[in-house]
């Protein structure tokens, strides 16, 4: 039976586990196109014509733009800062959760629904974004967006965002197609959209939607969350299947389809797959019963070390 | 039909699989499912598939377990439907006693027509695709109507003909011990039904120990599980029957002209006396002729007479004597017939070895033997005396002995190599010789010429003398040696008679003063005739060849003993001489199932031997054979079908040949005592032996229409359980969902 977030107290918190955190704290979730320009060495922000001013500083760190390094400070303090602005940032990451009913599944023994785990997911990506002082916003979507929270940078931001995670109510029906095209068109800025969903929705629409992003020129990084019993089907005997989302209902033995079923699933996991090898976008499945660190972690590092070397 | 009918409700537990099937799908866990797409993808791609699956594997399971119900119910398959099936619904073993009891007539039929009568209805109302054998058993059994064969129409049309009274007697365990070799050897006996008839009288003697074999009870028990055992009584109670139970001819010494007396024992073995009988002799008479002799007799119950006939033989070679008595309901043992060979000169030669220069006859070596041997004037009381002819010692030679039955060397002192060869001819060919010693023995040379060294003759090792001749006229002082009387010491037959309390009185006051000393030779065919008291042999015999030789330790004279002058000496010299002649040759004379066997001369060895049988006629071919105990000129012929009483002629295939007769009587000893076994007394020496019993009078079929239940198919059913669920098996492990890769 799928777990219900409802029944856990509402925590500001929950999806920030401090455990986590301390091991991912120093990873950067940076954008392909920061990078561009930074080994373009044009120094520039790619988003001319923005107006910017100044925020805040904070301490320079490798990659930063030495224009903005403020000499000032370094006389006072003796180390380098650099101004930051409004919109200095080369990163604004939308994360794409969905909330849909297929994601409140959980098999047995497993402590978490794939929401709960997309909402950790969704969490930290979100601190991880905000720490390395880029914008971070959220669209919470079943079959059409739940809440939309425009990309903020700051620490409170995130404490909605994991308000919102908490306050959303899932939904009977899923729609990640229509969401991505909505979501193409309502984004200009060039960004990050990460989309974190099991992808239990129709191939097409969701390749579709996919293609429609990276003509909008967005960098796209698909997590696919899914639950280790829908990836091994390792049902026995006699069992009836209620279909999430009002999918109808199967009464069978599942190990006289398990290798159908599984076959099934691979063909749609690895359409997935290539669509996001087409549009460049980076793609992760992810088992429930994955240490989040571990898959978030070796997730982020691959990409650093795939996004220098380019 | 169904041999367990009851058991057919296990059809219904073909269901079972099903039933199975569908409570498997009401018992299941319910689990909410987000990947629904793919497993409705995979259902809708698998269903008809599973669904043809699931009812291909559950009618096999229902198949099988209905299958092994209808195995368990043992179905059956009669008639046509049996054929069709290719089995044979029955196989069928009938025996058929055919002794000499089977011919007792109830008035309506004998016994044997009885048999044949239930037989025809067993064959009519058998299954056509049944293997019937069938045996016919008195002494043995044989098949007298081929190989096992399912044309039960030729074996219902030769049964009349081809199933024979015979006059021998019954010898049950020789039926079931063939029977049981025929079901366990013959492949067109395995059948999955199997029956045994066995049709007889239920005579009781052969049901005996001492008539069956030892292993007769395991036999039987192991013939019931073999198969179906229906024991058919042809038989009936309260019979009385009178037999010829005896014919005995005095003295086989024979001569022309010589009265010979013919004993005939008559026996009733009924409970009522029979008065009147009459009893009819014949001698050399044709069938149909008028008996030579007639006279009545009566029969306490449970009685016998003898009744006694004297005849004179004109003529010398071979005499048919034949003895019936008046009619009653077993025909068969109401003769007897026999054989006496006659001589037509004298069948005896005495040698003197004594001083050929005495000239008083008493003097003569052969003196009291002459007296001993020879015949009375007619009218003179009986004992037998043949005739002898004597010739001195020195004239011995001469002689052609194969003219005597018997030569007795009376204190003979050598003999001659040729002599001694010559008389080892005739004595290996049948001839008796006996060998009195006395003072003019030379030891030395006998045991030279007539031992082992020379023509082997002699029983013995003739020693040393002991004693000393005695003065009768005054013996005192010389201490004889007597003879033994102890009747356990009186075994040969010769001496058997003399255990007889009167007899026996006669060795008493013989004494021997002097004698030789004789040290038996080893071997079975060694007997002592008489002994001292001491033990030690004083006369031994020995069977050479066809021929007897006997040695005595002393002579028949009174120079050594007073045996000649005691009332011993007529009486035991003709027993010994005819002992002497009948020899070791076998008697013309037999009993129905005894084989006739005899010698030919070597020069008929390329010439086959025919016997022919009083019934049915035309002629068989006896097995010719040469025997280590024959002498080289000498063949031994063998006959075994000596099934019915009468006479049979045994003829060379060769122009000239002399044929010689053989007198088979009815074996009537034990066959003629009609005395009935009760199934009750049978189940009780023969509790391991499991039988239906059924009369000649019970419509057998009807009877054992419950037992003959076709053909069990049971297998076939058994068969389809066992590839139904190896299908199952094989389907169940191919279509077993395999682990995804």
């Known amino acids: ?310 | 039909m169904f041999l367990n009918p009851w058991l057919l409700f296990g059809v219904a537990l073909a269901a079972v699989p099903v039933l199975i099937h569908l409570l498997l799908r009401r018992r299941y866990r319910t689990i909410p499912w987000a990947a629904m797409a793919f497993l409705l993808e995979a259902l809708r791609k698998n269903r008809q598939r599973m669904e043809l699956h699931d009812r291909i594997l559950m009618l096999l399971r229902a198949a099988a377990v209905a299958c092994l119900a209808l195995a368990l119910a043992r179905p059956t398959l009669t008639g046509r439907a049996a054929a069709l099936a290719g089995a044979s619904s029955n196989a069928m073993v009938i025996l058929m006693d055919v002794s000499g009891s089977m011919g007792c007539h109830d008035g309506r039929e004998t016994r044997l027509d009885a048999a044949r009568r239930v037989v025809k209805s067993l064959l009519a109302q058998a299954d056509p695709n049944t293997n019937v054998a069938l045996l016919a058993f008195s002494h043995d059994a044989r098949m007298p109507l081929g190989e096992p064969t399912r044309n039960l129409a030729f074996l219902d049309q030769e049964l009349d003909r081809g199933i024979l009274q015979t006059d021998a007697a019954t010898r049950i365990d020789r039926a079931v011990g063939a029977a049981l070799e025929l079901l366990r050897s013959r492949s067109d006996l395995q059948a999955v039904r199997r029956e045994v008839y066995l049709l007889t009288d239920l005579q009781a003697y052969p049901w005996t120990e001492r008539h069956a074999s030892a292993t007769f009870a395991q036999e039987l028990e192991r013939l019931g599980r073999e198969a179906s055992v229906v024991l058919v009584d042809v038989g009936d109670a309260g019979l009385g029957n009178v037999a010829v139970t005896g014919l005995d001819i005095s003295d086989p010494l024979v001569r022309v002209g010589m009265p010979v007396d013919l004993s005939v024992t008559v026996r009733n073995f009924g409970r009522t006396p029979v008065t009147g009988l009459p009893v009819d002799g014949y001698v050399d008479v044709e069938p149909g002729g008028a008996p030579t002799t007639r006279q009545t007799v009566d029969l306490p119950p449970e009685g016998h007479a003898v009744v006694s006939f004297q005849t004179v033989f004109a003529t010398g070679g071979e005499h048919r004597i034949e003895v019936r008595t008046g009619p009653d309901r077993v025909a068969g043992d109401n003769r007897c017939f026999a054989i006496v060979e006659v001589q037509a000169g004298a069948s005896l030669l005495l040698v003197d070895g004594g001083d050929a220069r005495r000239e008083e006859p008493q003097a003569r070596e052969t003196a009291y033997l002459e007296l001993a041997l020879a015949p009375l004037e007619p009218g003179a009381p009986r004992p037998e005396k043949p005739a002898a002819d004597v010739v001195p010692a020195y004239r011995l030679s001469e002689r052609n002995f194969g003219d005597y039955q018997v030569t007795v060397l009376c204190n003979v002192a050598r003999v001659s190599t040729d002599t001694a060869m010559a008389l080892a001819r005739q004595v290996r060919a049948g001839m008796g010789l006996l060998i009195l010693l006395g003072d003019r023995s030379d030891a030395a040379s006998l045991n030279r010429v007539l031992g082992p060294e020379g023509v082997d003759l002699l029983p013995a090792e003739i020693g040393e003398t002991w004693g000393q001749e005695p003065d009768l006229r005054a013996p005192v002082g010389v201490e004889p040696r007597r003879l033994a009387r102890d009747p356990d010491r009186l075994t040969h037959p010769v001496m058997a008679e003399f255990r007889n309390e009167e007899l026996n009185e006669l060795l008493a006051p013989v004494c021997v003063y002097r004698g030789w000393d004789l040290t038996p030779r080893a071997g079975d065919e060694i007997r002592t005739v008489m002994a001292y008291r001491d033990g030690q042999p004083a006369i031994l015999e020995r069977r050479v060849g066809l021929g007897l030789v006997m040695l005595a330790a002393f002579p028949a004279t009174t120079a050594w003993s007073n045996w000649p002058t005691q009332y011993l000496f007529p009486v035991l010299i003709p027993r010994l001489a005819s002992r002497l002649a009948a020899g070791h040759r076998p008697s013309r004379n037999r009993m129905a199932g005894e084989p006739l066997s005899g010698s030919l001369s070597a020069g008929e060895r390329q010439h086959a031997v025919f016997v022919h049988p009083p019934v049915p006629e035309g002629r068989r071919q006896a097995t010719v054979e040469e025997g280590d105990d024959l002498p080289t000129s000498r063949l031994r012929f063998r006959y075994a079908e000596t099934d019915r009483a009468g006479f049979y002629d045994v003829v060379p295939d060769r122009p000239g040949s002399r044929p010689q007769t053989y007198a088979v009587s009815p074996n009537v000893l034990d066959e003629a005592d009609l005395t009935r076994i009760s199934v009750e007394d049978l189940r009780s020496a023969y509790p391991g032996f499991e039988f239906t019993f059924v009369t000649k009078d019970e419509d057998v079929v009807t009877r054992l229409a419950a037992e003959r239940r076709g053909v069990e198919v049971w297998p076939w059913f058994l068969g389809l359980v066992f590839l139904f669920l190896g299908f199952e098996s094989v389907l169940a492990l191919r279509w077993a969902p395999r682990e995804a890769p």
């Open chain 1, 1 to 310: 039976m799928a777990r219900s977030s409802a029944r856990r107290p509402p925590s500001i918190s929950r999806f920030l586990d401090p455990r986590i955190l301390n091991r991912v704290d120093r990873l950067s979730v940076a954008a392909r196109s920061v990078v561009e320009g930074f080994m373009a060495g044009a120094h520039r922000s790619p988003y001319h014509g923005f107006s910017v001013e100044f925020s805040q500083h904070r301490e320079y760190t490798q990659g930063d733009d030495p224009r903005h390094l403020d000499w000032k400070r370094y006389a006072k303090a003796g180390r380098y800062f650099v101004k930051q602005y409004e919109v200095e940032t080369n990163l604004v990451a939308h994360l794409l959760q969905d909330c849909s009913e297929s994601m409140d599944y959980a098999s047995p023994r497993m402590p978490w629904t794939k929401r709960e785990y997309a909402s950790f997911l969704t969490a930290t990506l979100a601190y991880l974004i905000v720490n390395q002082s880029d914008a971070v916003g959220t669209v919470l979507y079943h079959s059409e967006v739940a809440a939309f929270l425009e990309p903020r940078q700051s620490v409170a931001h995130v404490n909605r965002i994991c308000a919102e995670l908490e306050r959303i109510e899932t939904a009977p029906r899923t729609d990640t197609g229509a969401v991505l095209h909505g979501i193409a068109e309502r984004i200009k800025r060039r960004g990050l959209v990460v989309l974190i969903s099991d992808l239990l929705d129709r191939a097409e629409r969701i390749l579709a939607g996919l293609d429609h992003l990276r003509f909008a020129r967005q960098e796209v990084v698909v997590f696919q969350v899914m639950d280790p019993y829908e990836l091994d089907f390792p049902f026995e005997g006699v069992v009836r299947f209620d279909g999430l989302e009002g999918l109808g209902r199967a009464l069978c033995q599942p190990r006289r389809l398990r290798q159908d079923y599984l076959e099934s699933l691979r063909r749609h996991v690895l359409a997935i797959r290539s669509a996001c090898e087409r549009n460049r976008a980076d793609y992760l499945l992810v088992r429930t019963d994955q240490p989040l660190e571990v898959a978030l972690a070796g997730f982020l590092h691959s990409r650093s070390l795939r996004l220098w070397h380019r």
